[in-house]
């Protein structure tokens, strides 16, 4: 019952005693008093509740101690964007199966309890926005499955405890604006996993360490207005996946260190407002994806480049660095070999007919500017209007160029609303897949447009990340439009789990996946829907999920992509009246939810169906429209009439005859591969059940898998 416009207060709920989620955001719920929390002393009855999402609503007051005696089962609480205040109860820690507490943007003051640091099954903790203070505990250690930590915006103190490098799972760590102060502990720099981590904001000294440069996955650093010093280490050219590097406001000093040159994928830096000097490395010129290069308020000397971003002023910041020279005019610099006074020696003549010349090449460049116009109807290549200056500008030339001509060698796929290729970006130095809309299909623009709005606002480690997109003409004047993402070189799930239906596909074990890699796989685009239904900015339906749109990459991790018909919940309800009516979404068949083709409301449990549907195939290999679905008899039905006695017989045979690495070279047992399957067989008939208020919810699966795996796991370490 989320993103609707309910208001007043939530009555009591304490007669719903097999409730097992509630989920209210989004709504106007509450009056911002003490009260509006008494409903949760009512669902003290309810012991089976395992979700509550009460996020973005208008509720105050605090939050009593009987928040404990909610059921045990209890493994999302969410009470984020509201008016609450007060402590945190410590009662919390009877809540012994919380996977995911959400308490940012409230008003909450006093420490964290200590004991809440000992719920183990914890992954995201996200308190920031708060009023909070104490000491960051060195407890954290105990969190082994915590994924992502966000503490920002709150007053804590003290340093960042070195234990907390024992978290081996962490993505996602936020510790900014607080007053933390001391040095960042080296420990943090062996969490290989980090992709994000924010230190901005506090009152951090010392240096970078040496080691940040095992963080190869990292993507977005962020130590902005600390008190660091020393030099950028060179260990930093590491990181080959950084986009995102800001620190500025610090007192960092030397020359840019020429490692910098490999991290060819930047988008951002700011290095402003520090006492960097020496010369403005050459290698920016190359960074084709930079759309943000601050260097202002430095000790930078000698000729500014002019090559690259370097021609686009909007890009580079360099003000405050009296040093320089050279550029193009719109950085208003002054010239290498000017002296002042030999601007004198221009006699009048000279200047009159200097200024004619160019006058007259000026004309020329209007006149063919404005023919050029007229004669290809020319839009301005706008990856950069489509997504906003967030992400980098390519024409339709450079993706010409990238993909030489759409040459058919490069052709990765076609789907619904064009094709896909393999791009290669100036230099060589960076892969990419360019999905090229067919406009002559109907709803091809109504696509682009879907897809564009759902990617620029969502970021997840399992969903394909976009870098731009384009909206410009090609060669013969038509318009193009196309959408540029991270290279997937394993390609889709769709080719792995049915090689043979390919003619150029070669059928081998090296082209089939083991059980435990396809149980990540499920766990990956599991996460990715928790995150969309969720976790991002608004709810988002994607409304498409099959195996063709799970991209792997270089160690099978699963990554969800084509957004071309997502849904996001708040608008839609909006529009339609509290409804979002499925009409016009298609989907794709043996996938799509059988209540849209009804024209029921989109909602995420049509995307748990599809997950269902895409979880049995997996680990059948039958695609719901295999030849011998027909009538009665779906992918679902199949499977539920197997389960669970004749599960192995339906099961992918080759789950049974593989060496899985992952399970250090030794096979578990058939009985244990057949009680793991007969598990994830049970997921997904529950998930792809004909009624939607039958399903379970993404969160649930999720816990569910996780389980299972661990389970597998514990059986392969008993057996070595």
């Known amino acids: 019952m989320g993103s609707n416009k309910f208001t007043g207060k939530i009555p009591s709920l304490e007669k719903l005693y097999d409730l097992s989620q509630l989920s209210l955001p989004n709504n106007y719920l509450g009056v911002g008093e003490a ?64 996977q995911s507490i959400l308490l940012f943007s409230n008003q909450f003051t006093g420490n964290i309890p200590i004991d809440l640091w000992n719920l183990q099954k914890l992954n995201i903790v996200s308190i920031g926005g708060n009023r909070l203070s104490g000491n960051i505990p060195s407890s954290l250690e105990n969190l082994t499955l915590l994924y992502a930590l966000r503490l920002d915006e709150n007053n804590f103190h003290g340093s960042i405890p070195p234990s907390l490098g024992k978290c081996h799972s962490l993505e996602d760590l936020s510790f900014g604006s607080n007053n933390l102060s001391g040095t960042i502990p080296q420990e943090l720099a062996t969490i290989s996993s ?7 904001q506090n009152q951090l000294s010392g240096s970078v360490p040496l080691e940040v440069g095992n963080l190869k996955n990292l993507e977005a650093l962020d130590l902005s207005e600390n008190m660091l010093s020393g030099q950028i280490p060179s260990t930093l050219g590491s990181c080959v996946k950084l986009t995102f590097l800001d620190m500025e406001g610090n007192i960092f000093s030397g020359s840019l260190p020429s490692s910098l040159r490999d991290l060819r994928g930047f988008e951002v830096i700011d290095l402003s407002h520090n006492r960097f000097s020496g010369k403005i490395p050459d290698y920016f010129e190359g960074f084709v994806f930079l759309r943000i290069l601050n260097l202002s308020f430095n000790d930078f000397e000698g000729a500014v480049p002019e090559r690259g971003i370097f021609k686009i002023a909007s890009v580079v910041s360099l003000e405050g660095n009296d040093k320089l020279c050279g550029g193009i005019p719109e950085l208003q610099l002054h010239s290498c070999n000017s002296k002042g006074l030999r601007r004198n020696r221009f006699t009048f003549p000279l200047k009159v007919t200097v200024a004619t010349i160019v006058g007259l090449f000026g004309l020329i460049l209007v006149l063919l500017f404005l023919y050029l116009c007229w004669f290809k109807k020319t839009k301005k290549a706008s990856s950069f209007r489509v997504f906003g200056n967030a992400f980098m500008q390519l024409s339709y030339q450079n993706l010409l160029k990238a993909t030489d001509g759409f040459s058919q060698d490069n052709l990765l796929g076609i789907g619904g609303f064009g094709s896909v290729y393999k791009g290669i970006l100036d230099q060589g130095d960076r892969v990419v897949a360019v999905k090229v809309l067919n406009l002559q299909f109907r709803g091809a623009s109504k696509s682009f447009i879907a897809e564009c709005k759902a990617l620029k606002s969502i970021r997840h480690r399992n969903l394909v990340k976009v870098l731009t997109a384009c909206s410009s003409v090609d060669c013969n004047g038509n318009d193009f439009k196309a959408l540029v993402y991270e290279f997937m070189v394993n390609g889709s799930l769709e080719k792995w789990l049915h090689p043979n239906e390919n003619g150029n596909e070669v059928s081998d074990d090296s082209r089939s996946l083991s059980l435990q890699e396809r149980l990540n796989i499920a766990i990956d685009v599991a996460c990715a829907l928790d995150y969309l239904h969720h976790y991002g900015p608004e709810p988002i339906v994607h409304c498409d999920l099959k195996p063709g749109n799970i991209l792997l990459d270089d160690e099978l991790t699963g990554h969800v992509g084509d957004f071309g018909i997502a849904r996001f919940l708040p608008n839609i309800t909006y529009e339609s009246g509290n409804q979002s009516s499925s009409i016009g979404v298609k989907g794709s068949i043996g996938y799509a939810a059988p209540e849209y083709g009804m024209g029921s409301e989109v909602s995420t449990s049509g995307d748990v169906y599809s997950y269902g549907i895409l979880l049995l195939e997996m680990f059948t290999g039958k695609r719901p429209t295999d030849h011998m679905f027909s009538d009665s008899l779906s992918l679902h039905n199949f499977a539920k009439m197997a389960f669970p006695e004749q599960v192995a017989s339906i099961a992918d045979s080759t789950l049974f005859q593989q060496k899985d690495n992952d399970l250090k070279q030794c096979s578990a047992s058939g009985q244990e591969i057949e009680e793991c399957l007969i598990s994830i067989f049970k997921a997904g008939i529950a998930c792809s059940e004909e009624l939607p208020r039958n399903r379970l919810a993404i969160n649930e699966v999720l816990t569910q898998l996780h389980a299972i795996k661990d389970t597998l796991l514990g059986n392969a370490r008993k057996a070595v």
């Open 194 to 200: 980090l992709l994000f981590m924010n230190l901005s």
């Open 35 to 98: 009260g509006d929390l008494d409903f949760l002393s009512s669902l003290t009855n309810s012991t089976y509740l395992s979700y509550m999402d009460v996020r973005t609503n208008n509720l105050g007051g605090m939050l009593s101690e009987s928040i404990g005696n909610l059921s045990s089962y209890l493994s999302a609480l969410l009470l984020a964007d509201n008016k609450i205040s007060g402590i945190i109860p410590s009662s919390m820690r009877k809540l012994v199966n919380l």
